[in-house]
């Protein structure tokens, strides 16, 4: 039995739709799945309507990715099986997509005058009712006017971390959001440590916020070199293991299609049950 806990839909930056994302689901043999937008957790309503209108055997958990910084670095928390109607989680995201909106603004002025033509309408038009706008919808509308080939191009080039295009945006402290998460009810999972970039920091995150979960499994542990043993970190803390193909659907980088990134359900059982460890 597979399963997969961090997916990405049109709700944020993904390119699939819940309707979408459940067929993959069925095609692909997953029984355990959680929709991770980036602040955004509206997407479940839509695919659990599907789950239940087809009697479709599908464990949908609720889940939601919210960005945060500590010490200059991007850190993202998974959050699952919180309470939806939790009001200060519900404030908090829309504190954070608000800063997204301003955050694009500005990244668009900075492409603009290193000589792209691109207008906010461009990216709103190319985000399609998102909620929650980001960098890869910035990417896709440069790819779609042929001014790059792919979005990992623009990426590159262009609007990654350190890159002339890329402007931070306001993010919570990983403890706040970990603190939010908890105060709705629900589990706290440090995502994708390999992308911190600093296993070192990835271990002081762990030491000093009360998270319930580290996700050992994501494409970004096969690129990671040295090698560092998450499973063996998760196991040092206590902590529950997650895993999930972070898909996205963006061409270039990580899977195209559930399926593709393979996640054990026993390895995430923990987590897909919902009790603190
Ligand atoms: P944002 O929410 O605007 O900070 O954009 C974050 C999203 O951009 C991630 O979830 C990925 O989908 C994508 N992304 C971040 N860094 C990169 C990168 N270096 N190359 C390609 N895509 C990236
Ligand atoms: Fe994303
Ligand atoms: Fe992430
Ligand atoms: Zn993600």
């Not at 890869?136 to 790819?143: C, E, F, M, Q, S």
């Not at 000093?208 to 040092?236: I, K, Y």
């Amino acid at each position: 039995m597979l399963a997969d806990l961090h997916i990405h839909t049109t709700f944020s930056d993904g390119v699939y739709t819940p309707e979408q994302i459940i067929a993959q689901a069925r095609a692909s043999g997953i029984t355990a799945l959680a929709i991770t937008d980036h602040d955004n957790i509206q997407a479940y309503d839509r695919a659990s309507r599907t789950i239940h209108s087809r009697h479709l055997d599908l464990q949908l958990i609720r889940g939601v990715e919210i960005d945060t910084d500590y010490k200059g670095r991007d850190v993202h928390v998974l959050g699952y099986h919180f309470d939806p109607e939790n009001r200060a989680l519900l404030q908090a995201m829309t504190w954070t997509r608000t800063g997204r909106i301003a955050r694009i603004r500005k990244i668009i002025e900075k492409v603009n005058g290193l000589g792209y033509p691109l207008t906010f309408a461009e990216v709103r038009q190319e985000a399609n009712g998102s909620k929650s706008l980001g960098r890869p919808h910035i990417a896709r509308v440069l790819v779609k006017k042929g001014l790059f080939s792919h979005t990992q191009a623009v990426f590159d080039a262009l609007i990654a971390s350190g890159r002339p295009a890329y402007c931070r945006q306001v993010k919570l402290l990983p403890q706040e959001a970990v603190a939010l998460l908890h105060g709705a009810g629900g589990l706290a999972v440090l995502a994708h440590p390999a992308e911190i970039g600093n296993p070192e920091l990835a271990e002081e995150l762990l030491d000093t916020v009360p998270f319930d979960g580290l996700e050992v499994w994501h494409p970004s542990v096969l690129q990671e070199h040295p090698h560092h043993d998450w499973l063996q970190t998760a196991r040092d803390h206590g902590l529950l293991t997650s895993g999930g193909s972070d898909l996205h659907g963006n061409p270039g980088r990580f899977p195209r299609h559930l399926g593709e990134f393979p996640v054990s359900y026993q390895d995430v059982a923990g987590i897909v049950s919902g009790k603190r460890p």
